[in-house]
């Protein structure tokens, strides 16, 4: 069974422009996050969709940040536009979410690493 | 608000055990997890505990949790060089509910 599957792995950029990083979950799995991991930190949240619904973004900087799951499935986290201070891993995972008991495990992708020149 | 607390490093010989400590401040944390992350990779659970739990044991991981005082420990019996990675800790209210991740310990295991 294919794990959650992130792309780009790598990315680099100058400041100001447009980038965009796209996930797909493990299938079934409802509920859908992106954190951001800088270098040395653990990871933060920056979005959580249940299904297609964003049910918290609220440490999400919506000046700059945007995200959409359209058919609670595939998600896209766009930057536009990025900044120095946005390089760092931007990690997705998925998790079955919400029904019968649940522990609450998270899967990861393997993250997709921006830099911003 | 929660808030997890990690050290940030750890150094052990292979073959001995390795302690990582952790605290976290929201008394309900009904779930507290492992992670572990390997360089260039995302985070896997190791393993989790329920917090109607003192102990858990999982092969060579044994977790201790002491609720009284918010203290979370992962112990490695016979630490092998594979082990060297990140450790997260992470907290959440419920199964359902959004983990909290510490800024992790990086293990290292020299031969």
């Known amino acids: 069974e294919a794990g959650v599957v992130q792309s780009p792995r790598y990315k680099i950029i100058e400041k100001k422009q447009p980038v965009a990083f796209w996930c797909n979950p493990i299938?079934?799995?409802?509920?859908l996050y992106w954190y951001l991991q800088n270098l040395g930190q653990g990871p933060e949240l920056l979005i959580r969709y249940e299904n297609e619904e964003a049910v918290d973004d609220s440490q999400l900087p919506k000046d700059r940040f945007s995200a959409e799951r359209l058919k609670g499935v595939d998600s896209t986290l766009k930057i536009q536009p990025a900044e120095l201070g946005d390089s760092a891993v931007y990690l997705c995972?998925?998790?079955?979410?919400?029904?019968?008991?649940?522990?609450?495990?998270?899967?990861f992708g393997e993250g997709s690493r921006l830099t911003v020149l | 608000g929660e808030d997890v607390e990690q050290s940030l490093f750890l150094s052990v010989r292979e073959g001995d055990s390795s302690v990582i400590n952790c605290t976290y401040t929201?008394?309900?944390?009904?779930?507290l997890y492992w992670y572990k992350q390997e360089p260039g990779a995302g985070l896997q659970l190791l393993t989790y505990i329920f917090s109607n739990m003192d102990m858990k044991q999982d092969q060579r991981l044994t977790v201790l949790l002491n609720k009284k005082d918010k203290h979370l420990s992962l112990r490695i019996a016979d630490t092998q060089t594979g082990d060297s990675a990140i450790y997260f800790c992470a907290e959440s209210l419920s199964g359902y509910s959004t983990l909290t991740f510490g800024k992790g310990t990086m293990l290292l295991v020299s031969p």
């Open positions: 995972a998925s998790s079955l979410g919400g029904g019968t008991a649940n522990t609450g495990e998270l899967f």
């Open positions: 929201d008394s309900s944390s009904t779930y």
């Open positions: 299938s079934g799995h409802n509920t």
